[in-house]
């Protein structure tokens, strides 16, 4: 441009190299090279034939069931969503969990990371009378993709994880609630279950409890379950899904292995239901249709929550059990703990006294083609850990390939260990 | 909800029932009901049948085609969008216009509507000095989506058109260039061309004036072409396509019959759409593919380009041709003019001296089952008419079933009479 163009402060905060850019073009460029990358980066879930051959099923069936195809393509939904999808995945939700909840309760976007730029906007950052309101995340780290959405500059508050450690090498995150208090200056709590980047779970106590310290502030409490049950249901641990009406459940069709159809799912009063279908409406417009189409007749006949749970958890909870025996294998030498594996697609794993900081591992990795997310992007908001943890720490996924996970894993290994050495 | 949940300023201005949420949910409720409507609200495109010939052929190409449809559903995009579409687009702009453009010159997003909303809140609301920027709008009545999309609550400015009245019935929109001055508070112009509402298009002579004077100011102009050239092409008129690099050219595959797989593309310089892109990651993560794949080989070979020209273009053409005769029947004993009609999917019509608003015409026509949009949602910003012009018009679109416009036009007649008698 011959001119120099200028942005706004919103622009500014929005434009600035964010780190879920930077993920998400790591990502791309991987999945589009010919170049052979280690792929430890990014949030693509596999592909599993399984759940290819139903999707392609069900395209077969939209293409030749009169003109569905016609009118998935054709037709504007409504802001909230497509009639039959919203009907769908609402009888079953009441069917499987007894919620007391209808159409009424469902909201979807353009997926879930759009659900919560609108959530984040609604109930943080200036109030009408001036003040302003912050989302507070119990527990950091927490996803990448949140540390940016807050238009406001000043609208994230954070507590850092508690640290339990477990073993030699391995390590939990709990959410430290000597520190958590609900001031009147939050309008929100967020926390993604199971957590990225670090594959926990916090438990159903942990739940519980967050959920009546909102209730009794008076203040939503947003729990990011794209990784959850039903579907994908990539859970590895006894836990329980729980939503009560001040409960926002954000839900995804990515992680089942649709991520580019770009379907959220929020469940959650109707008020906040009406609130993001309104957002929808002056942002998007309407939603992606494709994904809705093809999954509506698949959550109401189970056949979605069978996958999940038979085929898709399974998938994940082997790769995960690999990947942390050739992580063990790999840093015998050095100072190291996973995180727990209790679910979703990546493994954390922290490296006590990294000589480098993890960004600067990251570069190091990609130079030998091996793509991480380096940990730092993580940790945000107000809460701050002692010490250098938060530079010592990176997210591996575990979804692509195998042979290139393995071979990734080795490379890692190599390089820490040249790292301490 | 048990707890009354505050918003915030963001927040407020978002919810509060806008008029494209209106728009929208008549439409969705339009397409979803069994009972009979007179749908002339909305802005759904068309079922033409050599459309959806194209899309359900492309669709059952790409699932004979080896894993493409598998790649389609399972991997994310780039932020900037799918890697062969943004080739394809660019390499045709480039050999149809002459245009030096490239890859690095598109960005795609969920629709048009989300790059609009990015757009304006970019280029303006508070600057990092605090000052406030606006966008300038220099013909006024404009698109009912970006009357509520800046986030700033001062940061729409406009300009009344000027009203060319042509014989007894037709009228006609100039820009009003005595009153437009760029003023070191404006980011950024915005005009759609064919102009949504009034099917008007802008001459040649008008864009090349506002882009001079952006140029000179500064400041980008955005066109949104969603219903120009070269796709979905829906012009009457003899008008070129204009673009230089201070130009942030918007286009959509929604009105070439693609509503729902919600693309939306510009093309800019590649600073804004590296800003593009980077606010996509943050909002969105990626784009929805399905729309990209289906097109990208329709484009690179002219078919798209074809079909827009020969077979859209003219049946729109002869949509509003009827249209408008039936209106001209129809209003036969009341005052009342029609805009010219140059391009888009849509009349706008003007009843001076309405007794009513045209608010209430909306009311009292959709008790009868007739839908059409108010036209007081189109004027925004800081321009006003003088007199009651601003609630004196109604746009009617007229691309769905023409029975039902046709006698939507006959109860519009009817309704209009007895208000004036």
Redesign the interface.
Known sequence: ????????????K?????G??EL??D???A??TDRPLNMLG????A?IPA??EL??RR??EI?SNG?E??R?????????GN?DFLKSIAAYLKAEYSWDVGPENIAVT??S??AF??LF????????DGRV?KILFPLVPEYI?YA??G??PQSYESVPAAIEERGAHRFKYHINFDALSIGTDI?ALCVSRPTNPTGNVITDGEVMRLSAMA?AA???LLIDNAYGAPFPNILFADTHLHWE??IILGMSLSKI??????TGVILA????V??V???N??????????GQV?TAPLIADGTLRRLSTETIMPFYRERSRKAMEWLDAALADVPYRIHESEGALFLWVWFPGLPVSSMELYRRLKERDTLVIPGEYFFFGSGTFAGNHSRECIRLTYSQDEDSVREGIRIIGEEVRNLYS
Chains 1, 2 share one sequence.
């Open positions: 441009m011959i001119m120099a163009v200028s942005f706004s402060k919103i622009g500014q929005l434009t600035t190299r964010s879920i850019l998400m073009d990502l791309g460029s999945m589009t990014g949030g693509n879930p592909h759940c290819n999707w392609r395209m077969e293409l003109a195809f016609e998935m393509v054709a037709n504007y939904d409504t802001p909230q009639d353009n997926g990371q759009s730029f609108y906007n609604l109930l943080s950052g200036e109030m009408p309101r993709g940016d959405q238009l406001h309008g209730k008076g203040v939503p009406d001040h292995g649709l991520p580019s159809v770009r009063s109707p008020e906040i009406q609130a279908s309104a957002v409406a002056i942002v998007s417009l309407s939603n992606s249709t494709l093809i």
